[in-house]
């Protein structure tokens, strides 16, 4: 085989060695062996020290350099390293080999491979696998390699939610998202409003003033940290949460109808409201009540919207419950801010004349947070959209997905940097600055460097 071709297709200098034939040798544990060469010549013959270009041969050494890049093949190069004199200073110096780093086993174009493979959703162990090196070196190399991955810039609209990630200090990371791009700005390791200040307070403040959309989930640190660092931002709650409240209040009362008015486990109510309990939470239609239903081991079929008002008819509070939920499914008709106001103290009127425990604490729920959804009901993004917290809950499957395929993660902060590393600098994003209309300080920060996209080099 010709050497060049060997020496190019794994990033070496050819002018740095021999030119011989070169057969690779299969060792017994199937991995290919190319020989090699290192040669002298004048360049490489030139004391670092005394910087005199008269050093000789002194003594060689082989060295194994790990050159795989090709899934299931093992190649390695077995380079003779030379190690010269100087005549002038008598001190010994070995020639480098470009490519190669001092002491390493693994070439600097296998590493940089890796590097690319750390922005996937490929686990350390199956970079492992496919590079035939140890999960542990790995995941040494991935810190090497990435020391620090810098937040991205807090931009007009954030969203804040958390995901499931235990700690010694806590059970849940707090995750900021950027609404327009879709893209992870920042994880914090816990959610905790004392973790949250102490994270926020690193910020630069002309940063702090870019937002001017503050979506969360209905969680009270969050409303304080939006009421302390972004003043002028209007707080949005998300409405999948207000709607996931009532939903779960209404599988509340099919689940009590169910145990204590239809008891009788064969009748047709009870298998309807187990079987078929999704149609009570999906919105009324005239699809829906045109649907019909087939009674296990029966062969007539029933009409599904006079199953449920059977079913209705046996608890007058489920029937009570499923129209004030079907009622606030229309909360999106309700597009200036006051009559969204009006529609969710009318929602909360309802609730309370249920005399119910847990109905007039989701009516003190909606009453406490109601400001924060009538702005979620009015407020309309540039393209005529709604603001909410869908891209958090997308991305939530994501993170999902890196800790699954890593059977876990117990190091937060590497945890934080793979996730940046696949969900935003994955991106390729060119934009550094992102915020339209403001410029910031591009200088480092407690929670980052706000610069998008440098890293330190190997």
Known sequence: MYLNMILMSFGLNPDEFVDEPVNPLTADDGSLIYNIRQKVSKENRICPDCKIANAVVNDYNFVDIR?????????????????????????TFTIPVTGVREGAQISDDVINTMKNDFTTYLSFTEIADQRHVSSRWVMDMFDKCYPAVPRLTLTEAICMDEISFKTKNGSYAAVIYDHHYGEIIDVIENRQKAYLEEYFDGFNKKELEIVKYFITDMYQAYADIQEKYFPKAIHIIDMFHVVQLLRNELSRYRIMTMKQFAIDNESLEHSFMKSHWKIFEKKKSKTLFNKTYKPKNEDYELNVWCMMQKCFAINPKFWDMWSIYQEFLEWKNYSDYEGALKFVERIKGKLEMMMDERTEAIAKTLHKWRVEIANAMSLKTNDKGRYSNSIAECINNKLKTIVKDANGYRNFIRFRKRVLLICS???????????????????NLKGGSILHGIFPPL
Request: aromatic letters at 4%; charged letters at 45%.
């Open 67 to 91: 050159f795989t890049k090709s899934i299931g093949k093992v190649e390695i190069v077995r380079i003779k390293k030379l190690r010269c004199k100087c005549k002038q200073c008598k001190k």
């Open 425 to 443: 600098y994955g991106k390729n994003r060119k934009q550094v600055n992102r915020s339209p209309k403001k410029k910031i300080n591009k200088k």
